[in-house]
C-alpha cells in the first residue's frame, strides 16, 4: 500500500489579523482518519539514496514529513550486489517528504483483500 502526500489544513492570515482555514481536497477529517489508521504499523520507507527504514508509524505532519519509532535502517554493501544489506537501529528519525521514494505498511491479509474488492 502506498501512501500520498496530502495537505491536511493550511491556514492564512487575513489583514484584519484573523485567521481562515481551507480544507484539502479529500476532506481534512478523512485524511486525518486514513493516517490515523497507521499509527503503531509497521512500515517500509524506501529514500533516494538506496537506502531503507523499517519501523512503528508515529506521525506525520502537514508537510508529510514522517516520524518511525525503533526504526532499523537497511542499506547495501555493495553498489554491485544488492543481495548484501547491512542493517543498524536507530531508534526514533524523522524521514523528510523531499527524500522518500517510497512507502509500504504492513496490514493483514483480511485488510489487504478488502483494499482490493471493488466497490460499485
Same mark, same amino acid.
Given at each position: ?13 487575513? $489583514? =484584519? ?9 479529500? @476532506?481534512? &477529517?478523512?485524511?486525518?482518519? +486514513?493516517?490515523?489508521? %497507521? ?29 518511525? $519509532? =525503533? ?9 554491485? @550486489?544488492? &543481495?548484501?544489506?547491512?542493517? +543498524?537501529?536507530?531508534? %526514533? ?28
Amino acid at each position: 500500500m502506498e501512501m500520498e502526500q496530502e495537505t491536511l489544513v493550511t491556514s492564512s492570515g487575513g $489583514q =484584519d489579523g484573523s485567521h481562515s482555514e481551507r480544507p484539502s481536497e479529500p @476532506s481534512s &477529517s478523512s485524511t486525518v482518519a +486514513r493516517v490515523k489508521k %497507521l499509527l503503531f504499523r509497521q512500515v517500509l520507507v524506501g529514500i533516494k539514496d538506496g537506502r531503507f527504514f523499517m519501523g512503528t508509524f508515529h506521525c506525520m505532519d502537514k508537510q508529510g514529513n514522517i516520524i518511525l $519509532q =525503533d526504526a532499523v535502517e537497511y542499506r547495501s554493501t555493495r553498489r554491485n @550486489s544488492p &543481495s548484501q544489506m547491512e542493517q +543498524r537501529c536507530l531508534g %526514533l528519525i524523522l524521514i523528510p517528504f523531499s527524500c522518500r521514494t517510497s512507502c509500504h505498511v504492513e496490514c493483514p491479509i483480511e485488510e489487504q483483500m478488502s483494499l482490493m474488492t471493488i466497490q460499485e
